[in-house]
């Protein structure tokens, strides 16, 4: 373990405290009876087209004052292109090359240690996609999440081990509750998190294959799935073995990391710009 540093980023999605969906009329209300908060829009029926909401855009502001981030003034859209069973429309409505807000910082503290500063890289406006109910012999797809505004947050990966990943979170989640942002309640989806994860031998620079461990619901369990990790890579590493580049899943069960796919190709998403929002330019007000 002593001859290891530890490498980790997080990738945080955050629903937005807003009364409709960020591109469509549909209302947001949690724990409702299964597709029954759906609009034409959510559901990508042919000629429904997409307006933004203006509440949403504000709260994503807001987080990016409070993340100290630079305010890109100028609104662009994108569409991510894929087709997944829980994307009715076969794409996403997000911001890939403009995101909102670049390059800020969120300063944590640690018991007995100095504050740090956590470097954010981006922080991007996009729409949720509908919630997968897993059953022995099919899945049901419950539409009423699709189309829920998010803000995505992403760090640069400065992080250096389970405490501060822990200790990030938390503050990050305590900030945009005081400001309204959204109910950042895990055990609800409202906050989720995606903890990125490698080792590299102490005094080198270049950065190991990254293990994503997907969808973490709580904080209990960004503490456990990252030090089970750390654990299983240093293990490969010490018998010279290659750690796998994948995503992974943390099994509360038994408390480990599972395989779910590898990530030795990056996909093919085919972004380009929204064509059915025009760019908004944001006033100084």
């Known amino acids: 373990m002593n001859n290891f540093e530890v490498i ?3 990738e945080n999605h955050v629903e937005l405290k807003t009364k409709t969906k960020m591109f469509g009329p549909g209302p947001v209300s949690f724990g409702q009876t299964p597709n029954t908060q ?7 029926y042919p000629g429904a ?4 909401n203006q509440e949403g855009v504000r709260l994503a502001i807001l987080a990016t004052h409070a993340l100290n981030m630079k305010l890109d003034s100028l609104l662009i859209f994108d569409r991510k292109n894929y087709f997944y069973p829980d994307l009715v429309k076969g794409f996403q409505i997000t911001q890939q090359f403009n995101p909102i807000g670049q390059e800020g910082w969120l300063e944590i503290n640690l018991d007995g240690q100095a504050s740090k500063k956590v470097m954010i890289q981006r922080l991007h406006l996009e729409e949720d996609t509908a919630q997968q109910k897993h059953n022995p012999n099919h ?3 419950d539409y009423n999440r699709s189309g829920i505004g998010l803000i995505e947050i992403v760090t640069h990966p400065v992080l250096r081990s389970a405490q501060e990943a822990v200790a990030y979170v938390e503050k990050l989640r305590e900030t945009l509750l005081f400001l309204g942002v959204s109910d ?3 055990s609800e989806g409202s906050l989720r998190c995606d903890v990125n994860i490698s080792l ?3 005094g080198t620079e270049k950065y190991s294959h990254k293990v994503e461990v997907k969808n973490l619901n709580s904080l209990a369990n960004v503490k456990k799935a990252i030090e089970f990790e750390v654990q299983r890579q240093t293990a490969l590493l010490v018998k010279n073995q290659m750690v796998e580049q994948e995503t992974r899943r943390f099994d509360e069960q038994s408390q480990t990391t599972i395989s779910m796919r590898s990530k ?3 996909l093919d998403y085919r972004y380009f710009t929204e064509p059915n929002l025009a760019p908004i330019q944001l006033d100084q007000q």
């Open 38 to 44: 759906v609009s034409e829009v959510d559901l990508g």
């Open 264 to 266: 030795a190709d990056a």
């Open 8 to 10: 980790i980023g997080i």
């Open 139 to 141: 899945t049901l797809i």
């Open 200 to 202: 590299r031998p102490i």
């Open 49 to 52: 087209l997409p307006s933004v």
């Open 184 to 186: 950042v309640k895990m």
